[in-house]
């Protein structure tokens, strides 16, 4: 990966940035003001909403250390034999204490790998990247519906008139509010905090693959602490004043949401990558040399109108020499078709994870990990004049050989 290619991403994430250096400040005056008196807890109705925007964006933001955190927090505030039978499973301590213990490993993953070798460091990172999507669904398809379903309970409890009353003959009137009626308002707000969740975990795991596609430790050190701070600081807020943590997990999602694309496309890529990566897919694919294959877009085609990362189909014209890109957006929209423009000399380049097709210094495709070794085929089927040339980290240990006298000096001199 060229450090091009790295200040691209950087450049793209530069809103997100700005946003938490903004938070950070905002949060520094209540965090200097330990003296004061702590709020009044607030009971009205409307700060079960509140609560449970922060909640569902919390756990959205790092899934398993939002999950564990929010079952040991209510674990804690468990005090009778009856409410702790009642905690859900990720309230229980077989569950977050291992969770925890997870989180933590990961946290010394990423101190070490910040000096630690790329080719090292890279198989565990993929290991997280599966691990936070799968306990992304677990949180979606559980956490989230538990929650939910907690606040129209809440609601419903609230709506309902106390007592009962008593007819002519003293016996007591069953009443409609005595009904649970929390199943049907859980239809309508259950699918509500799913989509919120998807939006804000989906801009989160972009992180991940923002951090398969980087060569250095310290980069992703860097973003793995901006999202926990992000998620630090709505905890903290959320114990201060619920309706501050809901503004700032509202902004978060309206964040989110505008992104949404990008993140779409990293999160497709991160999946892809782990998926080549673990299988070993390289051993049982095999190019097309006279077809279409699947690939990513990436920066001379963004100048063209594509996003990048944009997942595609390229083949080569037989007729006229052109190559076509055909791709739908968000995967399931109508197709479009690009014609592309490479003004420069095209090659392939191979890298120590990832292999791309170049157009001078400019990355044009981004092949997944299924085309490691499979970069001859690539120049045949697309009639790449340039052929292979090592690149990125693969590039920096040739040159670092040849300066020491390695095997790329003895081939020169032979």
Not at 43 to 49: E, K, M
Not at 288 to 301: H, I, M
Request: overall charge positive.
């Amino acid at each position: 990966m060229q450090l091009s290619g790295i200040f691209n991403y950087m450049k793209r994430l530069k809103s997100l940035f700005a946003f938490l250096s903004v938070l950070a400040v905002l949060a520094g005056p209540s965090q200097a003001a330990p003296a004061a008196a702590p709020a009044a807890k607030d009971s009205s109705p409307s700060s079960a909403y509140a609560k449970t925007i922060s909640t569902v964006t919390g756990v959205a933001i790092s899934p398993l250390l939002g999950t564990a955190a929010l079952g040991a927090w209510q674990a804690t505030k468990a005090k009778t034999p009856e409410e702790k039978a009642a905690l859900p499973w990720y309230a229980q301590w077989s569950f977050f204490v291992p969770a925890l213990a997870l989180v933590g490993l990961c946290a010394c993953k990423d101190s070490i790998g910040a000096v630690l070798p790329p080719g090292m460091k890279k198989p565990l990172d993929v290991l997280e990247t599966i691990e936070n999507k799968a306990s992304g669904l677990v949180a979606a398809g559980a956490v989230v519906p538990f929650t939910m379903s907690a606040l129209s309970k809440m609601i419903i409890a609230q709506s309902a008139p106390a007592g009962d009353v008593l007819t002519a003959n003293g016996m007591a009137a069953v009443q409609v509010g005595a009904i649970d009626w929390s199943w049907a308002l859980s239809i309508l707000t259950v699918p509500i905090g799913v989509a919120v969740f998807l939006v804000v975990w989906m801009a989160s795991h972009a992180i991940n693959a923002l951090i398969l596609l980087s060569p250095w430790g310290a980069i992703d050190a860097a973003l793995k602490g901006a999202r926990t701070a992000l998620l630090g600081l709505i905890a903290l807020t959320a114990t201060l004043s619920p309706w501050i943590s809901a503004i700032l997990s509202l902004v978060v999602v309206l964040i989110a949401y505008l992104i949404a694309g990008w993140a779409f496309r990293l999160t497709i890529f991160g999946t892809i990558f782990s998926w080549d990566f673990f299988t070993f897919r390289k051993h049982r694919f095999q190019v097309v040399e006279k077809g279409e294959n699947l690939l990513f877009s990436s920066n001379t085609l963004s100048e063209q109108g594509v996003p990048m990362r944009t997942y595609g189909r390229l083949r080569l014209e037989p007729a006229n020499g052109k190559l076509v890109f055909r791709y739908r957006p968000w995967l399931v929209l109508p197709e479009k078709t690009l014609d592309v423009k490479l003004d420069a000399q095209v090659s392939v380049g191979k890298g120590l994870f990832i292999s791309s097709i170049r157009c001078g210094e400019k990355t044009a495709f981004v092949l997944p990990p299924r085309y490691r070794d499979h970069e001859d085929a690539v120049v045949r089927a697309y009639a790449i004049e340039g052929g292979v040339q090592d690149a990125g980290l693969l590039k920096a240990w040739s040159s670092l050989k040849e300066l020491f006298g390695g095997s790329s000096a003895r081939t020169q001199v032979t």
